[in-house]
């Protein structure tokens, strides 16, 4: 079966400082795509970040950025100068070619001021 | 331009009852998808049309049916509703099954 595992449930982080948040996933595929979704507490599902598994430069999006591992298959997010904006669930997503997108469990991430 | 829209936002229902879940997208998007949220779990998928005319089962299936009506819209039915599907319900469109998905604000469905 294919699972996509993040092992921390929580996390937190004062503002302005710097986060990453883990995430491994498992298959067998080799053509796939990984995302981070931030999900704030009005429960919107928000496109954070997106890695093609062909591509070997990481992912960057303004303050997010990801680390990349394929032969480890480890997809971490790393936020640098955190907000208080950024206080949200995060999940890592991860999707084959036949493209069922599968969720990880997610990680709370508190910031504080 | 709305993206995707959901309705209703909140639900009750008693056990054995029926009802459906509208969700619209004015993107132009061919794969569209209805989501659960149980409360500690990620998103779990239920069904997925790739395309317009086509549905396929997710994850958890059982007890739902889907209808692709047409290209912007694609309806969740809960035949007789069950406690054990008390949950957030999301939709979600992508232009294709490898895009970004956009979803719907969700519709929070308890049953009692």
């Known amino acids: 079966a294919q699972t996509v595992t993040q092992s921390q449930p929580e996390m937190s982080v004062q503002e302005a400082e710097t986060v990453t948040l883990s995430c491994t996933y498992d298959?067998?595929?080799?053509?796939?795509?990984l995302f981070w979704y931030k999900q704030p507490p009005s429960r919107q599902m928000i496109l954070v970040i997106r890695?093609?598994?062909?591509?070997?430069q990481n992912a960057t999006e303004n303050r997010f950025s990801v680390n990349f591992q394929k032969a480890a298959k480890s997809f971490s997010l790393k936020i640098s100068d955190s907000q208080l904006g950024d206080a949200a669930m995060y999940f890592c997503?991860?999707?084959?070619?036949?493209?069922?997108?599968?969720f990880g469990q997610g990680t709370i991430l508190t910031v504080h001021p | 331009n709305a993206g995707v829209t959901q309705t209703p936002k909140f639900q009750v229902l008693k056990t054995g009852q029926s009802m459906t879940l509208q969700c619209a997208q004015d993107?132009?998007?061919?794969?569209m998808y209805w989501y659960r949220q149980d409360p500690g779990m990620g998103l779990r998928l239920i069904y997925y049309?790739?395309?317009?005319?086509?549905?396929d089962k997710g994850e958890v299936p059982n007890g739902y049916n889907v209808s692709r009506l047409n290209k912007r819209e694609f309806s969740l039915r809960l035949e007789s509703a069950a406690p054990s599907q008390t949950s957030v319900y999301f939709c979600?469109?992508?232009?294709?099954?490898?895009?970004?998905?956009?979803f719907g604000p969700g519709t929070r469905l308890t049953v009692t």
């Open positions: 997503a991860w999707v084959p070619s036949y493209g069922k997108l599968t």
């Open positions: 298959t067998s595929e080799s053509d796939y795509y």
């Open positions: 890695q093609e598994a062909y591509k070997q």
């Open positions: 993107m132009n998007h061919n794969s």
């Open positions: 049309s790739a395309s317009e005319g086509t549905t």
């Open positions: 979600a469109s992508s232009r294709d099954r490898l895009g970004e998905q956009y």
